[in-house]
């Protein structure tokens, strides 16, 4: 069993940051990637960013130059720094970890708010 838990959500005004983090517990095949997506009210979850267990990253380009992925691989966790936030960035933030079998498993997200 593969668990995830999102955390470091909460309400920030525009130009500012927050730190997510998201914690893998369970069964973790050492080749893996953690991404991050977001679904914004009345919208389909989009791409964010994503990190392999390589060290391989790729960004959605809203994003690019203002969100860094990074992870801990001893602690299965993978993080989300966010800077200069837009109100556009207002969304449910989730966590999904993609294993070597192509078994994939999401979190339940932590809400981000960026007021302007």
């Known amino acids: 069993q593969v668990q995830l838990v999102e955390s470091g959500g909460g309400s920030v005004q525009a130009g500012g940051s927050l730190r997510l983090s998201c914690a893998a517990s369970?069964?973790?095949?050492?080749?893996?990637?953690m991404s991050w997506w977001r679904q914004a009210p009345g919208k389909q979850r989009e791409f964010v960013a994503s990190?392999?267990?390589?060290?391989?990253?790729n960004y959605a380009d809203s994003v690019k130059g203002r969100f860094t992925v990074s992870r801990d691989n001893a602690k299965n966790t993978v993080y989300l720094q966010m800077n200069t936030l837009k109100p556009e960035d207002t969304a449910v933030y989730y966590c999904?970890?993609?294993?070597?079998?192509?078994?994939?498993?999401w979190g339940k997200g932590t809400l981000v708010t960026v007021s302007s």
């Open positions: 999904k970890l993609l294993q070597r079998n192509n078994m994939q498993y």
């Open positions: 369970g069964n973790i095949s050492s080749n893996n990637v």
């Open positions: 990190l392999s267990s390589g060290g391989y990253t």
